[in-house]
């Protein structure tokens, strides 16, 4: 039985008090919302100021891990640095940072090698554009990207870790994939690691992302490969996240 888990990704938003605000927000909505893992991804300059005020239940994760180690990379964050202060998860490859920032599937296996060997647990987020989906290339797409991080870790590269399904369409667009669709995307992400692990294949958590809202969640969590969430916009609306959580937690 796997633990679910919702992961809010705050994104490039806020500013010392509204961070605050929504942190402490967070922490009251968020009271009796079990048996559900929940973590939030602040801006870097603001990780330890969320912490603070979000209370121990949430876990921390960073939005984006370096592809370098610690030293002369002016203006990167190194995944050892996320580790030491308190972060449990890095996303890597959200679909913003391959598509604004170039970050192709070979980097972003290199990013997802440097945050596990800091101790951290990556989320590889994966999937499709809509023209790669109308063009019938979704398992093509996402099977690749899943392939680079094999070829770059081993065939144990998921056993402490996360896939986020996140259709590039769905992002940030109100037009949410539908449980039958995600669900046949999860269990093709299922299946790809399987073939190479089983054992971390049963135990994995893949997430789907996408214009997930409270009103939403519950079906798609509901889905037999569907884990939980990493949640956008909804993630900045302390009532509306505390629903999705809830929703995961049902
Ligand atoms: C995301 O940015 O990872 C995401 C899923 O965004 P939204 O929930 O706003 O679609």
């Known amino acids: 039985m796997r633990q679910s888990l919702v992961m809010g990704n705050w994104k490039m938003n806020g500013r010392r008090a509204g961070v605050q605000a929504l942190a402490a927000g967070l922490k009251s909505a968020l009271v009796g919302v079990s048996p559900v893992e929940i ?25 984006n891990v370096s592809l370098y180690n610690d030293g002369a990379y002016t203006g990167e964050v190194s995944a050892e640095m996320l580790q030491d202060l308190g972060c449990r998860f890095a996303i890597v490859g959200h679909s913003e940072r391959r598509a604004l920032f170039g970050e192709t599937d070979e980097i972003v296996a290199k990013k997802f090698a440097r945050a596990r060997a800091a101790g951290l647990v990556p989320v ?4 499709e554009t809509l023209s790669e989906r109308d ?23 998921f056993a402490q870790a996360v896939i986020a399904y996140e259709p590039v369409w769905a992002i940030g667009t109100g037009r949410a994939a539908s449980p039958g669709e995600a669900q046949t995307v999860h269990a093709f992400i299922r299946a790809t690691v399987a073939a190479q692990d089983r054992s971390a294949a ?25 884990d939980g969430g990493l949640i956008g916009g909804a993630s ?14 049902a």
């Open 202 to 226: 049963e135990a994995l958590r893949i997430l789907y992302g996408g214009s997930v809202k409270a009103q939403n969640a519950r079906e798609l969590f509901a889905q037999n490969d569907i």
């Open 236 to 249: 900045l609306d302390a009532t509306e996240f505390a629903g999705i959580c809830r929703a995961a937690a």
């Open 135 to 157: 063009a019938g290339r979704t398992e093509a797409v996402v099977g690749a990207q899943i392939a680079a991080v094999f070829a770059e870790c081993g065939s144990g590269a």
């Open 124 to 127: 590889l987020c994966v999937g």
């Open 39 to 63: 973590a939030v991804c602040p801006p870097y300059p603001f990780l330890l100021l969320a912490a603070a005020d979000i209370g121990p239940g949430v876990a921390l994760g960073g939005q």
